[in-house]
């Protein structure tokens, strides 16, 4: 099956020429039983950095989305998660790399937030109140409205 691709700021060039390899990421979104969600700024030095973004972080070699996940939340926040949730696919081409997200829901972790790579974090709910968002959040928060929206009854 092949996923729709958003491209992200197409007016600017595309590193790695036409046959660009696609960057599988493993993306967490964290949810309170309050049903407020985490979204973390992307940290000095990286590409969009002080944008705002669901936490995760790319596949290393031979690992699988959810170990990938894992690693990256006790990496960045020093939680540590046992399971999640396999939800949505999306693929962003972004100027930098052509990216495959992961998103997986996250209810139950250990631990306290600890911001490793001096990053900002704020619990949220729709309408976000942070900016700017990086265009891979987008997706998930039309999903999470979508969710909220009752059944049309016909």
């Known amino acids: 099956m092949s996923l729709p691709i958003r491209v992200v700021d197409a007016s600017l060039a595309r590193s790695g020429g036409t046959e660009r390899a696609v960057v599988e990421v493993a993306v967490g979104v964290l949810i309170r039983p309050d049903g ?4 973390t700024t ?10 705002w973004e669901f936490p995760g972080g790319k596949l290393e070699a031979g690992e699988t989305v959810l170990q990938a996940l894992r690693r990256e939340l006790q990496e960045e926040l020093g939680i540590s998660i046992a399971d ?3 939800w949505k696919t999306t693929m962003m081409d972004y100027p930098h790399a052509l990216v495959r ?3 997986c829901k996250v209810f139950n972790w250990g631990g306290d937030l600890q911001m490793r ?3 900002s974090f704020s619990w949220q709910r729709l309408p976000v109140q942070v ?22 009854s016909n």
């Open 117 to 119: 790579e001096a990053q």
């Open 84 to 86: 999640a949730t396999p």
């Open 131 to 152: 900016a700017p968002l990086l265009a891979g959040t987008l997706p998930v928060l039309q999903w999470l409205a979508e969710a909220r929206r009752p059944a049309s």
């Open 36 to 39: 407020d969600f985490l979204l």
């Open 101 to 103: 997200l992961n998103f």
């Open 42 to 51: 992307r940290p000095v030095g990286k590409v969009y950095a002080g944008y």
